[in-house]
C-alpha cells in the first residue's frame, strides 16, 4: 500500500473540512492508498514539515491550501522528485488554474488515486527557498504586503484588487537594476515581475509572451512609469483581455539568473507570501517539480 502525506492550511478561504477530507480519503481508499493528514498552524514552517515527511518514506504528497501552501510543499521536496497533487483551496490558486488542475476540491481530490497524468515543471530558488509562480517586486509586493488575512477569506480575489488599487495610486517609482544572465538593464519602474506562470488573477496575462511553466526558462516583466494615454490603453487591453503588446511593459527571459535591485529597500514576495526585501537573487530550476495534472 503506498503512503500519501496531506498537507492541509484550514485558514485557506476556500477551504471545507468535511467535504474535502471525505473526497480524499475516498479517492485514497478506491486506490489502495494510506494517508496521514497533517494541518499546518500559524508559524508553521511548510516546508520542514514535509521534508520530516519525506524521510519517512511518503510516496506522495498532497497540498491542500493556496499557493503559499503548495510553494511550501514544494520547498520542502527540492531535489526528491516526489509528484504533488494539488487541491486548490486558496485565493488565487494561480498553478492550478495554469496547470488546468479543476478548481472543484472533490474534483481535484479524485486525481489522487483516480485517472491522471504527470507533469514536470520548472522552479525558481531564492535563498534556500524554492518558488514556483513568480517573484515581484513593486506594486503586487506592497498589495501582498498590505492585503490582510481577513480580507481574503472575506472578499476573495477581490481583496487583491481592492488592495492593488490602493498602491497604484500611492506607489512612487523606483529606478531599478535588473540583470537577467549577466546582463545589466537600469530602468525607471513601478514592477518587476519573475514570471513562470501564465496567470495573473483569474486570466492569463493580457499583454505577455507565452509563458511556460516547463520551458526551462523563466519571463521577467518590467512596468516602467507610463504616461497618464499609456495607462488608459493599457487599463482597457487588460479589461478586454487585447493580447497585444503594451508600451510601457518590457519583457526579459532568463535561462539561469536575474537579480533585481532598488534604489530604495522593497518589499519581496514569491508566489503570494512576503518573502523578504531587496535586492532580491532568483536562480532557474529547470524541470525540478513533478505535479499530478489531469490526463489530456
Not at 486506490?31 to 514539515?49: K, P, T
Not at 503588446?245 to 537579480?259: F, T, Y
Amino acid at each position: 500500500m503506498s503512503k500519501v502525506f496531506v498537507v492541509v492550511n484550514p485558514a485557506s478561504g476556500h477551504y471545507h473540512p468535511d467535504s474535502v477530507g471525505a473526497a480524499i480519503e475516498r479517492a485514497a481508499a478506491a486506490g489502495g492508498r494510506d494517508l496521514e493528514f497533517h494541518e499546518i498552524s500559524a508559524g508553521d514552517s511548510v516546508a520542514d514539515i514535509v521534508r520530516a515527511a519525506a524521510r519517512r518514506g511518503f510516496d506522495m504528497f498532497v497540498a491542500v491550501g493556496g499557493d503559499g501552501t503548495i510553494s511550501g510543499v514544494v520547498d520542502g521536496l527540492n531535489g526528491s522528485r516526489m509528484p504533488i497533487a494539488i487541491v486548490p483551496a486558496g485565493t488565487g490558486n494561480l498553478l492550478a488554474r495554469g496547470l488546468g488542475v479543476p478548481l472543484d476540491l472533490v474534483e481535484a481530490a479524485g486525481l489522487i488515486a483516480g485517472e491522471h497524468a504527470t507533469r514536470t515543471i520548472d522552479a525558481m530558488r531564492v535563498g534556500t527557498r524554492v518558488f514556483v509562480l513568480n517573484i515581484g517586486v513593486g506594486i503586487s509586493s506592497a498589495t501582498v504586503r498590505d492585503t490582510s488575512s481577513a480580507d481574503k477569506r472575506r472578499f476573495g480575489r477581490a481583496a487583491y484588487v481592492g488592495t492593488g488599487l490602493r498602491e497604484l495610486l500611492g506607489f512612487r517609482p523606483c529606478r531599478f537594476t535588473v540583470t537577467v544572465d549577466g546582463r545589466t538593464t537600469r530602468v525607471r519602474a513601478t514592477e518587476i515581475t519573475v514570471a513562470n506562470c501564465d496567470f495573473i488573477g483569474d486570466i492569463p496575462w493580457p499583454w505577455a509572451p507565452d509563458i511556460l511553466l516547463d520551458d526551462g526558462k523563466l519571463d521577467v516583466c518590467l512596468v516602467l512609469v507610463p504616461t497618464a494615454g499609456e495607462s488608459i490603453r493599457s487599463g482597457l487591453r487588460v479589461m478586454r483581455y487585447r493580447r497585444k503588446p503594451v508600451p510601457n511593459v518590457r519583457w526579459l527571459r532568463a535561462r539561469r539568473s536575474v537579480k533585481i535591485e532598488a534604489n530604495r529597500v522593497l518589499p519581496v514576495q514569491g508566489d503570494g507570501d512576503l518573502i523578504g526585501e531587496t535586492p532580491v537573487d532568483v536562480t532557474v530550476l529547470p524541470q525540478a517539480v513533478r505535479v499530478i495534472v489531469p490526463r489530456r
